[in-house]
């Protein structure tokens, strides 16, 4: 699905460079890099406050943990994602309420939202995903008329921009939180597990910085429950190098989805990914829908090949176990689990080539003529 070795090598003086030297002045904890990649990042995202932390898993719950919230106050979210996104909320004794997404774009949908408040309800947590915003216009006006928070899971839109009557802002700078991870595979990834939060409030920035460091004031003296989540300085120093490059991999991996669009164009069973108006997609995944397409023997098909494909994501998470004290299986969501059935990414990544993609549609259009 993605091939980081290829991306390693257009890199790998540089990323080597900054590796050796992190070990050389051996500062493997919040070291200057971890400092300068979050200056960087700040920067790029034309936020106020960056708070690197161990993974993408811990920036939503060191976000949610930031809210005050009580036990069995409601949090609003997609079951149609990742399961940490609905994880968390569960983990800190709050209740995932899970809403339908929208049939083209996969987001939250934003009417079923205000059909799921209630007086328990103190945040929304939209997902963008694939790497294309969830409406956030219309998510943030529900927010505000109902006083709730909102925290943007950004893992798969890193870079992303929203596109507002303003101008443009980085996703996962809209909300009062954004949250992602730079697990590899992600469009921002590391050599290993990283994450971060963003956010322009100064008064959250404080507490989710005393959350990620044992609730700490200075040192010794602990004001709040935390936890212990650090990037450290060796995915800092990788990251820094990445992040000059990323507008760069969100380019190519654009252009590998202009050559699928193209190419499926023809096949009315072959829904191709949708790309709203008010948000620039940058194809953390490329998902088709295929309706009146065996999906699954497709799926296999194309592994018999030697080409990785991936349903993203198999069982939702409101039909998943682990919340089956919630009774979310009873949760009627009809468009997630449409597609839940239908979905099926391809492979896409930075170092893609012409020769790979005609290979990859060669044998799918030889599934779908048979
Ligand atoms: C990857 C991902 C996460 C979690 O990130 P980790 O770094 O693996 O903990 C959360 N939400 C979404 C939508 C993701 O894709």
Known sequence: MVDLVSQYQ??????????????????FINGPEVKSFQQDLEKYLNVKHVIPCANGTDALQVSLMSLGLKPGDEVITPSFTFIATTEVIALLGLKP???????DTFCIDPKKIEEAITEKTKAIVPVHLYGQAANMEKILRIAKDNNLYVIEDNAQAIGSDYYTENG???????GDIGC????????????????????????LADTIRKIVNHGQSKRYYHDLVGCNSRLDSIQAAVLRIKLKKLDQYIESRRKVADYYDAFF???????????????????????LILDGIDRDALNKHLAEKGIPSMIYYPVPAHKQK???????????????????KRVLSLPIHTEMEEEQLEFICKNITEFIDK
């Not at 802002?169 to 809209?174: Q, R």
């Open 168 to 174: 443009h802002k980085k996703t996962g700078t809209l």
């Open 322 to 340: 682990m919340f089956s004290a919630f009774g979310s299986e009873a949760t009627e969501l009809p468009v997630t689990d449409w597609l839940t």
């Open 180 to 203: 992602t991870s730079f697990f590899p595979s992600k469009n921002l990834g590391c050599y290993g597990d990283g994450g971060a939060i963003f956010t322009n409030n100064d008064e």
């Open 265 to 287: 164009e023809k096949y009315k069973n072959v829904i191709t990914p949708f790309r709203n108006s008010y948000s620039r997609h940058v194809f953390h995944q490329y998902t």
């Open 10 to 27: 257009e890199i790998k003086n540089e990323v080597n460079h900054a590796i050796q030297n992190v070990l050389e002045t051996a500062q």
């Open 97 to 103: 309420v899970f809403v339908d997404v929208e049939k």
